[in-house]
């Protein structure tokens, strides 16, 4: 990472965020905020989701992430040493949960290049919730490992996984991620994951109008029926690498269309609040949903904001809270595990951040200048993770 692409940060002991600036306070803002079970942030948004960041490398470039040009031979990657151990991540992990979060998801850059992750599903698998509940825990990845370390990854803990597939045509989806890597490796890892018992699995397609729109129907006659969930997402201009322009995102309310012309849908409720997929489940012959058959989603992340009930909140690899995908700066928590900061101590500033959230940058996109965040230069996905 360059110091251009180094998203600003928000160091916690010294230059305090606003929200966190209380007149007199020499470390943390004096009232302290201890762990509940439910934090709610200045919109009345819960945190109830954290995704954590093991790494932000890849072996994949997909060109609306990690394009090479730009993630090239010279790119400066994360040193070790910055990154959150295990233990670490762990930690930080309990203190979330303990404010309420329920469900963890890996992601990266490509979570399963991280050495021995595993061992950290292992160690978040033992979390409770205050209730004594598991956390639903999952994992997203490009699949590329898949079928190495599925079963490893289910005797460690991991509930289900979500696998990244653009296209199921070998030479769209290698231009896709753009290593030349064979989508029939990809499809191995999804039957591991399957056989393996890691699921309702879900897949993720990223649509890019002109580059994979045709191969929405043939993945949707693939996987309808088979128990796999699959996702469109609307190409999103996250980061500031992907040179993102508006007239290559297909709505998602097209992607509907063309797929219910062949096989009919009907709308179905979200199953939770927060759900960043509106649902359609595929009808019978009578026009009545019909479970076997299955559902897909769709992910209008620029056509349709749905940052009103947003809970998630993010982990980047070497420790930053980030309370937005499009945000621009993250709050130095490894620092402050660092400096032997306390569980207390820990839980407060988590405690504070949380209360002062007001992002919400997909409502107010289309105010804004396209390639302009809420006031600096924005975070990249394969650093933040999606
Ligand atoms: N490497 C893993 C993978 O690809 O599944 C995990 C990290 S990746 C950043 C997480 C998700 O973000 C993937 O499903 C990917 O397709 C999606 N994603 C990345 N860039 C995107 C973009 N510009 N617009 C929409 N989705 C994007
Ligand atoms: Fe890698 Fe995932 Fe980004 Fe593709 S979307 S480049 S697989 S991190
Ligand atoms: Fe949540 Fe930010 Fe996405 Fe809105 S734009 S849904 S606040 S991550």
Partial sequence: MTDRDTPRTVPLLDLRPRALLVPGAAFLPESRIASSGRLIDTRGRPLRDLRISVTDRCNFRCNYCMPKEIFDKDYAYLPHQALLSFEEITRIAKIFVAHGVQKIRLT???????????????????????????????????????ARKARDLKAAGLQRVTVSLDGLDDAVFRSMNDVDFPVADVLAGIDAAQEAGLGPIKINMVVKRGTNEHEILPMARRFRGSGIVLRFIEYMDVGATNGWRMNEVLPSSEVVKLIHAELPLVQLEPSHPGETAARWGYADASGQYDKALGEIGV???????????????????????????????????????????????????????????DDRYSELRSALAPDAGPGGRRVEMSYIGG
């Fill in 108 to 146: 990266g850059g490509e979570p399963l290049l991280r050495k021995n992750v595993e061992r950290l599903v292992e160690q978040l698998a033992a979390l409770r919730t205050p209730q004594g509940q598991a956390l639903d825990i999952t994992l997203t990845t490009n699949g590329s490992l898949l």
């Fill in 299 to 357: 992910i209008s992340s620029v056509t349709q904001a749905f940052c009103g009930d947003c809970n998630r909140a993010r982990l980047s690899t070497e420790g930053k809270l980030f309370l937005c995908l499009f945000a621009t700066q993250g709050y130095d928590l490894r620092s402050l595990i660092r400096m032997d900061a306390s569980d207390a101590d820990l839980a407060s500033a988590i405690g504070h951040i949380w209360q002062g959230r």
